[in-house]
């Protein structure tokens, strides 16, 4: 895609899903994104690298965004922004301030044609071709469980706790460094494969690590490591940092960092909780439906075991008495996506966008600067507003 592709007819549409840790950024009708790079830029006035979540206020976020959107059309997709129409796959829970400056950057500061706001739960079935399932969005910060019944968001019913990537990392990095000094005091020093780098290991390693080197371990070996049992003991491995620097991960280490997906506590917060009480809270004719289209999505899930452990972490609590006189549900399913779970969101995003939904919902530059705002569904002030004028055209 070259810069001068819009002088031979229709310019395509791009899709972003602008997520907490990474972004994915492509065009509409393709099967995979040009681009999935972290969700940071270097901040023109402090000259450091910046989160783009890690803004303070509006006009903050608004400097951030437009450096990173720049980046992402004149480095990855090299081509102009003007008069290009945009899909943007958020999630429900976005933040109006959000939600509002992504909008003002484009529209005000590069000047795109139209956007499309589409909810990621709900176009990620457009990817599968069905209206029913369970959507579970393993992200960055949170874990977001939202009920799709015949296309509706049955928003209710939704569950959301701060178990995902970022639960998982600390906790890996919590138990290298304990595994680390208990070897100090062990041998007296570092010793060959442990160093004092382990300490300032920046956040990139650890995630490195994570899908490198960790799994999910089955139901049995879960148990054992929450009672404080260690009946197996896996492999350690390797790993080699600055190209001279090798330090060694336990195998205890590598079974237990995804285990903050599943451990219980006194609030039942665990990932399997989440699942069936988000079934719960549907109605009741919805529950066999729900439970046979299970769609799981996020880098997270790609973990070696997770969906056999999620499997069968379901499977033994519908058989405890809290879920199964409430749910005599026999069959558990879940959903083999055609793409890399990863950015099924976004890829549903581009097939929605293929559609003719672009010149049917999409939000015009005309109707947002007389507006001056994002209309929200939820508004029906807005919605009289935005169909009056949609009238007048």
Known sequence: MALYDGLSGEKPAVVLDLGA??????????????CIIPSEIKCPTTGQIRKISSYKDEADLYVLLVEFIHKLYFKYVLV?????????VESLLTPTIFRDTLAKVFFKHYEVASILF?????????????????VVDVGYRETQV?????????LSAWQAQPLAAGAVEQRLKDNLLESYREKIYASGDAGRHFTPDVESLPDSVIEDIKVRGCFVPDYECGQDISDGISSRHPPC???????????????????SAYEPLFEKDNERCSLPH???DAILKCGIDTHKELAENILLVGGSVMAP????RVMEEIRQMLKTPEYSAKLPIKCIKLHQPP?????????GGAIFGATDMIPMRTLTKENYLSLKMVPDWSNLATNILLVSKLSLH
């Open 118 to 134: 589409v909810p990621s739960h709900l176009v990620v079935l457009c990817a599968l071709g069905i209206r029913t399932a369970l």
């Open 339 to 347: 793409g890399k779970e990863n950015y099924m969101c976004w890829l």
């Open 274 to 276: 989440l699942i069936l």
């Open 21 to 34: 840790r990474y972004t994915k950024f492509g065009f509409v009708g393709e099967f995979s994104p040009r």
């Open 146 to 154: 939202i009920p799709v019944y015949e296309g509706v968001p049955v």
């Open 305 to 308: 075991g997770f969906k056999a």
């Open 80 to 88: 102009s922004p003007k008069d290009r129409h945009v899909v943007i």
């Open 237 to 255: 491995v390797d790993y080699r940092v600055g190209g001279s620097c090798i330090i060694q991960i336990p195998g205890s280490v590598r079974q």
